[in-house]
């Protein structure tokens, strides 16, 4: 766990190494607030095993998100993943209009390119 004022560098880590850290931040934010699980959970509108569990990294965005409320710490989530502009570039291929999806891979599609035998 890394000292307070420490950036980790999440570039080289396994996702589930990344949500265990974040969980292990959520208790120390849960602990500075001075609260206990039950009292998030009940705040958070969420059993206390649903604390634990994030706490642990393991949790559902929106229990998340319901967390962060309920000890006061939803604004961290625009640092968390910031409002994205589309960029320039897309905006002129779409002339305007906004993207509503992503584009198909056009690797391994197999079924495209010649598997026309199943028909």
Request: proline fraction near 3%.
């Amino acid at each position: 766990m890394c000292s307070m004022g420490d950036i980790m560098n999440f570039e080289n880590m396994s996702p589930a190494a990344i949500a265990e850290e974040l969980g292990n931040r959520l208790r120390q934010a849960r602990l500075n607030a001075d609260l206990t699980q039950a009292e998030v959970a009940s705040r958070a509108g969420l059993n206390r095993r649903a604390i634990l569990n994030a706490e642990k990294g393991k949790v559902q965005l929106e229990n998340l998100v319901a967390i962060l409320v309920s000890i006061d710490m939803a604004d961290q989530l625009n640092m968390f993943l910031p409002i994205q502009e589309i960029s320039p570039v897309q905006l002129a291929k779409l002339k305007g209009k906004e993207r509503q999806r992503a584009s198909k891979s056009k690797k391994g599609n197999s079924r495209i390119d010649g598997d026309k035998s199943s028909w």
